[in-house]
């Protein structure tokens, strides 16, 4: 058993760090000056020229268990993994997505990793960074007030006032915006109507940009971008609507991705960031494209367990992208094992108990069905698995051994990692299996082919990925479904938006759930992005304030230094 | 009278431009290597901390005659007229605000200046910049979300849900967002209230950046925002809510100015924009200390004539940021001249008719009093005024004459400029005539003292600077004076909200109209800005597209490259 003296807060160890100049940073990983913009002295964006027609490095992902509501270490891993790489000689590199602002200022301050794993400079990260999320709000917004004035003008497109989808967006926790009436006043403030607006990282653009694959295809997928339908049920366009090329000029510089350092002064590309329920909640294949173009081996993160970052990561991202994954890590704790075992009633937003803390192995066993189910989503995408025990100070040995013994049994390689307590240095045994299993021959296998059916895609993700008996549709869903495939979008590949809290639709069921069927409650279409997504859940697209949020205990000195981000 | 070949497009220019690195422009400004920040190769901000304790440059302003609806073309003078200096040997530097990205979208393209005098790179000038407008937009509403999450929680504070002033703001033209209600849907969304949004260069928050001279001045200032009034009347802050230390955080990065260059390769400090009817129309004091901490001369900026933005530079922003302007240059035009003989009937939106074109040095003296006028409120300010005038390749040397006629007759310098045409070797003869006058000993006089109370700094501006009679008071207004000397707010500086089409405030009334009374409808206070506004007009605070906005001939191309910006 390990206890450490207590770690640092997260900001200290951040605040404490001496960055490398961004431009050695790039030029490590083998990206030429000239496509090196600097933005500030620790911050670059990378041009998308970077890119070659080729990867040369392998492809690493880094997936989890079902994980508890405090996350299991998915982020951190990604960057201590990637500082251990570099330790043992590989020119690697992390893709990550960049954390929303507007939860910053909410619940508590964001990161990118945490302990001596972090993404740095950590407050341009949590704040502006390069400025993309405002970006994505503008042109978001610009095609919002388009609508609105094609309304106003006369509505030559007969756009269906009752069935206008696009909303705006902004990135800010502000709950009073999810319903709003627009167009009060007069007659020159246009027309009055119900909409609203989601967070910035909701945005179809967001999952848009990380999807697109040049300037061409953004400028592509923005004109196929539905706003609404016409009294006829007929989808209505951004390129109807003509302003799907000033979007994409809003969104140019947007598109290329950020270079940051982790804690070791390794290279971390940063971009984009779109929520991981109804979206993808993956980095952007851009930023992979060129982090696989010039490193040995590129680690990116896919949202929250197997079932959902994963699944998508292989069937959208890596699929749209043209992108073959090498290895998948399953980050795994002894804690989210212990509460798999169905004997705590976790709440979302509450710490975890104290009783979790005991030595207590059998408990451990008996949350590993979880751990099997994930290892075995993995390997139907015909991906070498890698185990990764993300140890906490409170860990027992003997935790760890329950685990080491599943591994053992299902022949997949596992390794302890303490890369929070001790960075790159007590990531180096996961590294070496990483690296072990990324050079094994990979056959890279979709759940669902783009030709199936939309609802033969759901039932094929719900059965075969998450493990239902079937999939159960509610009216508005099947007419949903029946309206997207006579409108030409059947070959969309599909995204559920289920919990993540179980594998299943209920976030109550722990390990690896059986005997239930997944209700889809209502069925959308992010057609430029490129999905048609499900639902099968509460999905809110916009957070608030807490009583007493995070942003009262923010503070600007007089010499310019900040403080209570974290 | 000079007929050139016609001129290449704004965009065109730009685009052929060949940008120096911004570390050299830096260089020879006189800036320190550890004080820029590059963002982009042909972008940097500088640290507050290259402002010296004090000034060594002159300060010129550019201010003009009551304009007509097209402009007359202040800012090409600043650029056009740094430039000529920098040609003479003066270390020069124009400090201009930044264009607001909402309107690019709308009726044209944007631009600092135009032909051969403007400041590049315009793309990024005309987009994000470095997103200083994102973060003004982002720290102003979180404080609104902070707002409706307080009424959410219970409203300790007491606000009356009917007397709350803080609005919502975002950098596009959307008519439907200037009324809406919030807080739609079920509990758990917010209070049912009605509000709106405004174009960010509204936001207090804008202005308050170029009132601020320092972080703790920031900090400071942001903390007495009032968002709203209790039911008993009290204001209610920032400071109140707890998230002033917040905002101050995300606008950290956007209080450092922007250093871009002209189209001669000379520098161009471009920060803030806020509007100049409802604001003070300047760019930032920082800006200025700073430029005024390395240059010879500093050659900025102020919103319409000199009733309107020349009497807000002078006692709003010179007096918050103890600056002391040496010169103002009033930019006249032949056309404008015309127009102010009141024989021309000019409507905002449509071109100018063909019959001003004619040689008719008459109409020009029929005029001439606009011009007399705003030579003598600049006098009244204790300032030497330079007269230029801003030839047009229509104009004809008979008309330039009568101007310099009135100049000599006033013992004012004047001199034509050729600028737009033929970029700082055409405003030579103008930058000869500021650096006389800028040598000559001023003794800046503001119009009033801030102990006078409100009313006698409204009657003082109204009968001093415009010429009224004096000012009737809508009883609100009357009303809300009141309040404001009871809160406390009645040492700050007031900023008179009225056309700038005219003196008066009809837009009608051309020339220097007399026998008038300033109707003021309504006043507001800024308090976190630090000044109060009296309402003499119709103020539109967030524009609308129109029917076919520019945004529809907006296009990026598979290279990355942006058309139609223009």
Redesign the interface.
């Known amino acids: 058993m390990t206890r450490p003296t207590p770690l640092p807060s997260d900001l200290e160890i951040a605040s404490a760090a001496t960055l490398r100049p961004v431009a050695e940073v790039a030029s490590d990983l083998g990206v030429a000056p000239e496509h090196v913009?600097?933005?500030?002295?620790d911050v670059a964006?990378i041009d998308?020229a970077a890119a070659a027609n080729e990867p040369r490095g392998k492809y690493v992902v880094v997936s989890a268990i079902t994980p508890t509501p405090l996350g299991e270490g998915k982020t951190t891993t990604v960057v201590g993994l990637t500082q251990a790489l570099r330790r043992l000689g590989s020119n690697a590199v992390a893709t990550l997505r960049q954390p929303s602002?507007g939860p910053t200022?909410g619940i508590k301050g964001g990161a990118a990793g945490g302990g001596y794993s972090q993404v740095v400079p950590m407050e341009r990260l949590n704040?502006?960074l390069?400025?993309d999320f405002?970006?994505i709000?503008?042109a978001h917004?610009?095609l919002?007030?388009?609508v609105?004035?094609h309304l106003?003008?006369g509505n030559e497109l007969d756009l269906d006032l009752r069935n206008i989808t696009w909303r705006r967006v902004?990135?800010?926790?502000?709950?009073?915006?999810?319903?709003?009436?627009?167009?009060?006043?007069a007659r020159?403030?246009?027309?009055v109507r119900?909409t609203?607006f989601d967070i910035t990282a909701a945005s179809e653009v967001m999952v848009l940009m990380t999807l697109a694959t040049?300037?061409?295809d953004?400028?592509a997928r923005l004109g196929r971008i539905v706003v609404g339908y016409t009294g006829e049920g007929k989808p209505v366009s951004a390129e109807d609507l003509?302003?799907a090329?000033?979007m994409?000029?809003?969104l140019?510089?947007a598109l290329k991705p950020n270079l940051l350092q982790t804690l070791e002064g390794g290279p971390a590309l940063v971009h984009c960031g779109p929520f991981g329920n109804i979206a993808t909640g993956t980095s952007s294949v851009v930023a992979d494209q060129i982090a696989l173009s010039h490193a040995d081996l590129v680690v990116t993160e896919a949202g929250f367990g197997a079932d959902m970052g994963a699944e998508r990561f292989f069937n959208v991202k890596c699929r749209v992208g043209g992108l073959e994954p090498d290895a998948a890590v399953i980050v795994t704790t002894v804690r989210a094992l212990k509460v798999h075992s169905g004997r705590y009633d976790i709440k979302a937003g509450r710490p975890l108990p104290e009783s979790l803390l005991a030595e207590n192995p059998d408990e451990v066993r008996a949350g590993l069905d979880n751990l099997r189910a994930h290892i075995e989503i993995v390997r139907a995408f015909g991906v070498s698995p890698v185990v990764a025990i993300n140890a906490f100070p409170q860990d027992h040995d003997s935790e760890h051994e329950v685990i080491r013994e599943l591994a053992a049994e299902m022949g997949v390689r596992c390794a302890v990692t303490r890369h929070v307590a001790e960075g790159g240095a007590g990531a180096e045994d996961l590294a070496r299996e990483v690296l072990a299993a990324a050079e094994e021959p990979a056959a890279f296998i979709p759940t669902y082919a783009l030709e199936d059916s939309l609802t033969d895609k759901i039932e094929a993700i719900a059965t075969q990925v998450y493990g239902a008996d079937g999939v159960d549709y509610a009216p508005a869903a099947a007419r949903a479904l029946a309206t997207y495939e006579n409108a030409g979008f059947g070959e969309l590949p599909v995204v559920i938006a289920k919990t993540h809290l179980s594998i299943s639709s209920d976030p109550s069921l722990m390990g690896a759930p059986t005997g239930w069927r997944l209700p889809v409650r209502e069925v959308r279409a992010n057609v430029g992005a490129g999905y048609v997504y499900a639902i099968a859940g509460d999905m809110r697209t916009m957070p608030?304030?807490s009583?007493?949020?995070?942003?009262?205990r923010?503070?600007?000195?007089?010499?310019?230094t900040?403080t209570?981000?974290s």
């Open positions: 913009e600097p933005y500030g002295r964006k998308l602002m200022f704040l502006h390069t400025g405002h970006a709000t503008a917004n610009l919002a007030a388009a609105d004035n106003h003008f902004m990135d800010v926790n502000d709950r009073s915006l999810r319903n709003i009436v627009v167009g009060m006043g020159a403030d246009g027309l119900e609203g040049s300037y061409q953004l400028r003509g302003v090329g000033a994409a000029v809003i140019r510089d608030g304030l009583r007493h949020p995070n942003a009262e923010i503070e600007l000195s007089a010499d310019g900040i209570g981000l």
